[in-house]
């Protein structure tokens, strides 16, 4: 007898385990570990935000159970700043729902959006937490492909008709995660026709919405026209204002699916504590230099550790997005190779591009979460290595 569901026991395993248990191992025989695995933020939230929360906490009235969507000062914050950054129109009541972090909200939606057995396109690479939260509703998962060819929009003719048939939903993430990809306004025009002539509810990730640079800016998937009718997106204060742990985002968009969400959320949570909303309403109608500044940082670091690993030979697409370089492992090595190659004889910590889907074999993810020095590190130790070498 076992007490643990098919559904749990069923997970992937968790990727980063294993790599972080061998970081514990050369950290205690003193090695000088390198991590750019993970891809949190280092740096502060802004100081504004955390005295908001700090003024909020001491209300007692902000103790009590949030409202179930979360409050209306947050709703109309995120309303406020769709307007502002894309001249987008949200009705705070019924387009904008209050998440707990969009790991959670993307999770609990793929249960108020699909049944049992439907089919989900998820992209391929792409984040490793959609998966798993298609397979814990009971959906199957059908690859999206994307590739370096054409900057990672979806090759959508690459989707054999069976799944496109079968498909109930599909989800898009740009500024992406782990390929660093952006993408234009055609790219979400040709998503809403893809999903409008499919009947698929287009479910766009945009995480990194603000965190871009060499002066692009992120398009909105909502600012195609008749976009609600058939999308909602997700945004996050995690990366935008590197408040990770604070576990608040939203999801803006098509009408019933946000009330769909909002029904079944309000059987499992109750919301987000009413200060960390008030706090991140106040981050999002906020001028946003520290988001300028904080981007700024991330640039000169992609700059660095681009300009970098060109000397080295390793090839990579100059990002202008995100917190991450997608580059090309040398010749002659795997994903998982190159990154023990860099682990043990370099103590670098780097994600192996298979751990986000199978057409991520043959690159690597490196996190720009370390001060720019820490970068100049990882390249005088690679310049160390042997990277011609063959390990096939
Ligand atoms: C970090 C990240 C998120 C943010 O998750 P939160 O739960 O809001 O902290 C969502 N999507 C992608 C692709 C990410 O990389």
């Known amino acids: 007898m076992s007490f643990v569901s098919d559904k749990v026991n069923n997970l992937p395993p968790y990727l980063f385990s294993e790599i972080q248990q061998k970081k514990r191992e050369l950290q205690a025989n003193g090695v000088d570990v390198v991590d750019l695995g993970i891809g949190a933020p280092d740096l502060p939230t802004p100081e504004f935000i955390i005295d908001r929360l700090t003024e909020e906490s001491k209300v007692a009235a902000n103790h009590r159970y949030s409202t179930y969507s979360g409050i209306k000062e947050f709703r109309e914050a995120v309303a ?21 972090g969009s790991k959670e909200g993307i999770a609990n939606l793929m249960h108020a959006a699909i049944n049992p057995g439907d089919t989900v396109l998820v992209p391929d ?38 799944s496109i048939d079968q498909a109930k939903l599909i989800l898009l993430n740009y500024p992406g995660n782990p390929t660093a990809a952006t993408a234009s306004y055609e790219t979400f025009l040709e998503a809403i026709a893809f999903a409008e002539s499919n009947k698929l ?19 909105s998937v909502m600012q195609v026209p ?31 699916v946000i009330k769909a969400l909002a029904a079944f959320k309000s059987n499992i949570d109750s919301s987000q504590f009413i200060p960390i909303q008030k706090a991140a309403a106040a981050a999002l109608r906020s001028d946003f230099l520290d988001v300028e500044a904080h981007n700024a940082i991330y640039q ?29 492992v040398p010749d002659g090595f795997t994903s998982v190779s190159f990154a023990n190659k860099l682990l043990h004889e370099a ?27 820490r970068l100049e590190e990882v390249i005088e130790r690679m310049k160390q290595l042997d990277l011609k070498e063959v390990t096939r």
């Open 300 to 328: 000169k670091r992609m700059e660095k550790l681009y300009a970098g690993f060109r000397k080295l030979g390793i090839e990579a697409d100059k990002p202008n997005g995100t917190i991450f370089l997608w580059a090309k």
């Open 201 to 219: 509810l287009l479910v766009h990730d945009a995480a990194y919405d603000m965190i871009t640079f060499n002066g692009y800016e992120s398009p």
């Open 80 to 100: 406020h700043f769709y307007q502002r950054q894309y001249d987008v129109e949200l009705d705070p009541e019924t387009e904008v729902l209050a998440v707990i």
């Open 125 to 162: 690479p792409g984040y490793p937490v959609y998966g798993p939260a298609v397979h814990l509703a009971g959906g199957k998962r059908a690859a999206l492909p994307l590739d370096d060819t054409n900057g990672y929009v979806p090759l959508y003719d690459q989707v054999d008709d069976d």
């Open 226 to 256: 008749g976009a609600k009718a058939h999308a909602v997106e997700f945004g996050s204060l995690s990366k935008s204002f590197n408040m990770t742990g604070w576990r608040i985002g939203y999801v803006v968009g098509n009408k019933e």
């Open 347 to 373: 103590g670098v910590i780097v994600t192996p591009g298979n751990a986000f889907g199978s057409l991520g074999e043959g690159y690597f993810r490196v996190a720009l979460t370390v001060p720019a020095e």
